[in-house]
């Protein structure tokens, strides 16, 4: 055996070893769920890809700040920023920082809530689903019309041509204030950018954040000023999946991520 061979060999058992406690653990969740839960192959990918989205989009944001206003000149930062090159997603994937409870529930809920409205298109078309929201438009009172526009805009930046999107406005401001750290984190260890720079960035962007502009809000918003009008909750095949939701949560006291898990348990 020649030495390059065995170094190969070497190198090769080091990684599985490794690796080894993470093969079980994923081995013992496929045969071991703790849930009845059952997540299809879409609903994965959904989830998988929003969060890279979500991190990929704090991590460019952040650098944009830092070499725009925080006074960094840091060239990895601006590659960073300008998607020439970026690892945070991979480094805090890798350090198990993104196994976050509050993030995967939220991801849970966001894509079962997709999968539902995929659902509901299935047997009843768009004007038929939106026909109370497009009557909202048009309401006599100004604030009701003002607020159904803003939910259908919002619907329209979480759906792109039938598919889920998620931007950072559609997180909650603590858990976009937990991901913009993790991210600020990663990124200096990536750049090796002054961490006061990163900082002040970071705070920057959540300043600006409003997490009012998220899709669940803008529907809930919607919901209370309809409730001073009439407490009857428009049937689901004229509201709409997120109008719909933000009724029923606003007269339960549940959220609409509660009630989102409802309909995800086995029948």
Not at 82 to 96: H, I, K, R
Request: charged fraction near 20%; include cysteine; aromatic fraction near 4%.
């Amino acid at each position: 055996m020649t030495g390059s061979y065995r170094n190969e060999l070497i190198s090769l058992a080091k990684s599985a070893g490794r690796k080894s406690t993470s093969v079980s653990a994923d081995l013992a969740a496929l045969l071991f769920p703790k849930s009845d839960v059952i997540f299809n192959d879409r609903m994965l990918s959904n989830i998988r890809q929003s969060m890279f989205n979500l991190i990929s989009e704090i991590e460019t944001e952040l650098c944009r700040i830092a070499t725009n206003g925080a006074g960094a000149t840091n060239q990895a930062l601006l590659e960073i920023g300008n998607a020439a090159s970026g690892g945070s997603f991979d480094l805090l994937n890798d350090a198990g920082l993104l196994q976050d409870r509050d993030l995967l529930n939220f991801l849970f809920a966001r894509t079962q809530e997709h999968e539902l409205q995929a659902q509901m298109s299935r047997t009843r078309s768009p004007e038929q689903l939106d026909a109370a929201l497009l009557e909202h438009l048009d309401h006599h009172e100004p604030m009701i019309a003002e607020a159904a526009m803003g939910l259908v805009v919002a619907r329209s930046k979480a759906v792109i041509n039938g598919q889920m999107y998620l931007t950072v406005a559609q997180l909650p401001a603590e858990l976009t204030h937990k991901l913009a750290w993790k991210v600020v984190a990663a990124v200096e260890k990536l750049s090796g950018a002054n961490p006061e720079h990163l900082a002040i960035a970071a705070n920057e962007m959540l300043a600006e954040h409003d997490e009012g502009d998220s899709l669940q809000n803008k529907a809930l918003r919607l919901a209370q000023l309809l409730a001073k009008e009439s407490t009857e909750i428009t049937p689901l095949e004229k509201s709409g999946l997120n109008l719909f939701l933000a009724q029923i949560a606003l007269g339960s006291g549940l959220s609409v991520d509660q009630l989102v898990g409802f309909t995800s348990e086995p029948k």
